[in-house]
T-cell receptor, first 115, second 110 residues
Framework: NAGVMQNPRHLVRRRGQEARLRCSPM?????VYWYRQLPEEGLKFMVY????????ESGMPKERFSAEFPKEGPSILRIQQVVRGDSAAYFC?????????????FGDGTRLSIL | GQQLNQSPQSMFIQEGEDVSMNCTSS?????WLWYKQDPGEGPVLLIA?????ELTSNGRLTAQFGITRKDSFLNISASIPSDVGIYFC??????????FGKGTKLSVIP
């Protein structure tokens, strides 16, 4: 009965380091979405993936950010050369095949802090 | 991009009172979703709406998809302390990404 699993829950990086955030979707779900949340704000869409395919990355910065959802294993959101402005909560959501427009079920997020 | 205006930003109510919050947009949405987020956790889906005019209940929660497809409201009846949290509306417009409001922070005074 596992929901969307994200790890780590908290991640601290120094400027210039790389951050890797992992997300395992709910069982049976093949659509994965990544969102970013700043304090006191709603969630902002970053990227939508299916297995081995990026479907929509219109919300993701062109530089330093990348995402993948391999055939086996979790989805990964990778941020290279992190800067202070990358500090935020990053949430992953998943949905079953054929329900791309929702409802999306969210994990508990990774809180990224940049020193 | 699309934007959702969610109001009120925050509410303080007495336990037992009813609560109403809403979201409006200048754009049409095909789906309206309402989520609740507790501190340190992810959003939890409360109600999903798929048709203009649809009225759906989930326990003490009732939500409606506006006829114009540009708005939605959420009502909570007979509030209890565990209703405390931040409520978000989210709209889907056919591109698989959800657009979120900025949230309504609900505080319940026992």
């Amino acid at each position: 009965n596992a929901g969307v699993m994200q790890n780590p829950r908290h991640l601290v990086r120094r400027r210039g380091q790389e951050a890797r955030l992992r997300c395992s979707p709910m069982k049976g779900h093949s659509h994965v979405y990544w969102y970013r949340q700043l304090p006191e704000e709603g969630l902002k869409f970053m990227v939508y993936l299916q297995k081995e395919n990026i479907i929509d990355e219109s919300g993701m910065p062109k530089e330093r950010f990348s995402a993948e959802f391999p055939k086996e294993g979790p989805s990964i959101l990778r941020i290279q050369q992190v800067v202070r402005g990358d500090s935020a909560a990053y949430f992953c959501a998943s949905s079953p095949p054929g329900q791309g427009e929702g409802p999306q079920h969210f994990g508990d997020g990774t809180r990224l802090s940049i020193l | 991009g699309q934007q959702l205006n969610q109001s009120p930003q925050s509410m303080f109510i007495q336990e037992g009172e009813d609560v109403s919050m809403n979201c409006t947009s200048s754009s049409i949405f095909n789906t309206w979703l309402w989520y609740k987020q507790d501190p340190g956790e992810g959003p939890v889906l409360l109600i999903a709406l798929y048709k203009a005019g649809e009225l759906t209940s989930n326990g003490r929660l009732t939500a409606q998809f506006g006829i114009t497809r540009k708005d939605s409201f959420l009502n909570i009846s007979a509030s209890i302390p565990s209703d405390v949290g931040i409520y978000f509306c989210a709209g889907g417009a056919g591109s698989y990404q959800l657009t979120f409001g900025k949230g309504t922070k609900l505080s319940v005074i026992p």
